[in-house]
Structures are given as C-alpha cells and as structure tokens.
C-alpha cells in the first residue's frame, strides 16, 4: 500500500519538513494565474485611501456569524467525515459555520461537479488534481474562469480518494487545518513584514534566493511566491501580531535556512512541523470572525462600501488591469455576502415549483441547499420569507420579488424578521416557506 502510495502521489514519501512545503502547490496554470491576480489586487491596495484599502484586505474574510457551504468531488462519506470532523476544529473558536450538507437519509455529503455553472457551495473539495491547496476566503467565489468559477475545486488534497484511511500522509490532519484556515481568509505567519526583512530576496551570489528556493523544489513561479511569503498587501494585516512571530501556527511554513538571512539563528527559523492550532492562531480566528454584535455591525456597516469601491475602481489612479482586478473582488465579496436560502415546502406537490426557485437563486449567486419536505402541520398559511439579521433584509427583499416570478400561483410573499437573534447573529439565513393550502393546488 505503501508503495502504491509513493506512485500516486510523490510527496507522500518525503519527510514531514518536505511535506510541510508541499502545501499549497496549486497545477501551474492556475498557480500562475493566482499569482498575477493577487500582485495586481496588491498594487491596486496601495493607490487606494487606508479606508478604502483596509475593506479590499478584509474582503477575503467571509461574514461572521455566517455559514460557508462545503462541498466534495469525489471520495468517500467516511473521507469526508474525517475532513469534516478536523475542518469544524477551527469554528470552535470563530464565530462562523461550515455547513457539509450531510444528508442521513442518503448518508452522503454535499456534491459539485464539473459541469457546474453556478456555485454548489463556496469551498468546493476535489481530491484529483496535483497538490493540497487552497483559495484564501473569498476568493474561492472570484468568478474569473482562470481562478474559482463554479466548475473548478477551490481545495485540494492530492489522492486523499485513494489513500484513505489506511495510507494516509503523517501530517493529513495538518494540512486539511492549514488548508482549512487559508479558506477562512487567515494568510500565513512568515508573511509578517519581519519575515520579510529576513527572507533572501536578491541573489548576493553566494546564497540562495527564496525565488530560486521554491522554483527549484516546487516548480513556483516568482509571482507565487511572492503571494506565499511576502505579506498579503501593503496595508498591514489586519489580523496580525506586529513583529512578533508565531512559530508554533499551523500556517507557518518550515523555511530552510539558507534562503534567512541570519539562517537558523533567524526569529523565523523553526525546526518543528506544528500540526495543531496554536493560542494565537485561534485568538486570530476569533477577532477574524467576532461574536461581540458591536463588532459584528461594523462589519455589517462595511458591507456598504463596495459602492464606494466601485466608484473608486471607475476613478483614473488605477490601470486597467488593477481596475478589473479590483471590481472582480467586489463581484466575489457581494456573492460570499449573500445568504444561504433554506426552502421548506408542505409536501411534494410543490417541489417542482420550489426547486426552480432554488435554481433561480442559486443564478443570483446564493447558496440554496435541497429542499425540506416539514409536513403540512407546520407551514404557514401564506407564501413566506424568513430572515433573521436586519443586515439580511435586502436579500429577503429580491427573494420575494423572485418568487413572485417563479410560483405566480402562490400569492404574494409576506416577508418577516424573526427576532430574538439580532446581535447573536448566528445565522446568515433566509427561509422561504411555501403555503399549506398551495399544496393543494397544482402550479398554473
Ligand atoms: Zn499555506
């Protein structure tokens, strides 16, 4: 089994330092395209008012208090359950849901496919392409077909399908917790500026460079490097620690000591493969994703800019490219804003009807998982939309107008706030609930 393994997939035979770096290796194109992307987000952060910058840096950041769907392609419900199980170890500490659509009466999780057109779920797993990676927060609804469009894994975990569970790598639980933090929007711990100044970018001649580093051993082009080591933008990260470094950070690479310039005597030198969460990677995931509401309506007031950013990605301090760049952002932080939509019907005399709903949310770029069958005793009388967070009510608002659209036989959908959770903000939520007496009545 071993040595099927080693076939398979190479990096399972390294050392655990070896296969530390091993993480985020994304297939070459799309290595490359990732690369330009974020250098170009990255210089047009820099033109940008401090105001302005510190939004675009937080826009990898999903909504806290929010749900973040998951889905697979490929592998087991055993593999899945074991992702599952190490993936929610983050969210203890978080004020932030994954959501894995098991399903117990098929005992299967969530599926996408490639031949997807509109999102699944916004972290989409494949077990079938080359390298563990993974997109960082948002990212992983950028549109742009060369980044995260519906068709395309936004994490990967090489040959996992196959490895499971007797074959797999040492450190797998590592690499899903590290992979799983990029996916909250966390970057990693070498890129605070203080690393900076002690990785070896110019070549003196004499030592190596990490540009020659990692193209040498993971095939990087300078681009990609530079978005794994060098810090994310140049406002400064908004969740970081300054100039402390945190050695023991399940996303902090093993960097060899040729390419520090005071080598193994450098503050970000470490020998030790971390492979659970330090304190100060779950104090970082906690201020990422608040449960204190002040906090939480800030963020919900900050969903107000990308107006202001649109208006700034029109103005002539940016290029071109940076200012496509830029509006892709927004596009992709607008769609991860958008809620999950629960659709509860009576019976299943209403299902066609709900699930061409289902497919006219799932085009406005909302999450809407399978439908639930809740019996007649407990719907409504009329055509309603549930929402929870006053941050939720234009979207309960455009649910209602679709509706009218896709069930013109149900009347007109009375829309609600369901107190009692403003300020938890637990739920990033809206439920439609279709009628009892419409069960009846077979769709016009
Ligand atoms: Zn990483």
């Known amino acids: 089994m071993y040595k099927v393994a080693c076939i398979l997939a190479l990096w399972f035979c390294m050392t655990p330092s070896e296969a530390q770096v091993a993480v985020d290796n994304m297939p070459l194109e799309r290595l490359q395209r990732v690369a330009e992307f974020r250098s170009t987000a990255k210089s047009a952060d820099a033109k940008l008012t401090a105001a302005n910058a510190a939004y675009v840096v937080d826009t990898h950041r999903w909504k806290p208090g929010g749900t973040v769907n998951v889905a697979f392609l490929g592998g087991n419900v055993s593999l899945h359950k074991a992702i599952e199980r190490v993936a929610n170890e983050w969210t203890q500490y978080a004020n932030i849901r994954f959501d894995f659509g098991y399903d117990p009466t098929k005992n299967a999780y969530r599926q996408w496919s490639r031949g997807d057109k509109t999102y699944a779920a916004r972290i989409r797993i494949s077990f079938d392409q080359p390298g563990h990676y993974s997109a960082v927060g948002t990212e992983s609804v950028n549109p742009d077909p060369k980044l995260f469009p519906p068709n395309r894994e936004s994490m990967n975990f090489s040959a996992f399908d196959v490895q499971y569970p007797n074959a797999m ?15 909250l929007g966390l970057w ?9 100044r002690e990785i070896r970018w110019t070549d003196d001649g004499v030592h190596k460079t990490a540009y020659a580093y990692y193209s040498e051993i993971l095939n990087w082009p300078p681009g990609y490097t530079d978005s794994n080591l060098r810090p994310p933008s140049s406002v400064d990260d908004v969740l970081g620690d300054g100039d402390k470094v945190n050695l023991d950070s399940i996303l ?9 310039v005071n080598g193994e005597k450098s503050p970000c030198f470490t020998k030790k493969l971390p492979v659970v969460f330090s304190e100060l990677d779950k104090q970082a995931v906690r201020r990422a994703y608040p449960s204190d509401p002040n906090e939480v309506l800030a963020e919900a007031r900050a969903a107000k800019v990308p107006a202001m950013l649109a208006s700034v990605a029109r103005s002539d301090i940016l290029s071109v490219p940076e200012r496509i760049t830029l509006s892709a952002r927004i596009e992709s932080r607008t769609i991860a804003d958008r809620p ?5 019907i009576p019976s299943e005399a209403v299902e066609a009807t709900a699930n061409e709903l289902r497919q006219s949310l799932k085009v406005a770029g909302f999450i809407a998982p399978e439908l639930e069958t809740v019996g007649t005793q407990r719907s409504p009388r009329r055509l309603e939309v549930r929402y929870f967070a006053s941050s939720s009510k234009d979207s309960a608002d455009a649910i209602a107008a679709m509706l009218v659209r896709t069930s013109p036989g149900s009347g007109t959908p009375s829309v609600k706030q369901v107190r009692g959770y403003e300020g938890k903000v637990k739920r990033t939520m809206i439920e439609v609930w279709y009628p009892t007496n419409d069960a009846k009545r077979a769709k016009p």
């Open 188 to 196: 990693h711990e070498h890129q605070k500026p203080i690393c900076t």
């Open 340 to 344: 999950n939509v629960y659709v509860q």
């Open 169 to 183: 790598p040492d450190a797998w639980e590592a690499i899903v917790r590290h992979e799983f933090g990029h996916a």
């Open 252 to 260: 902090i690479y093993l960097l060899p000591p040729e390419i520090l």
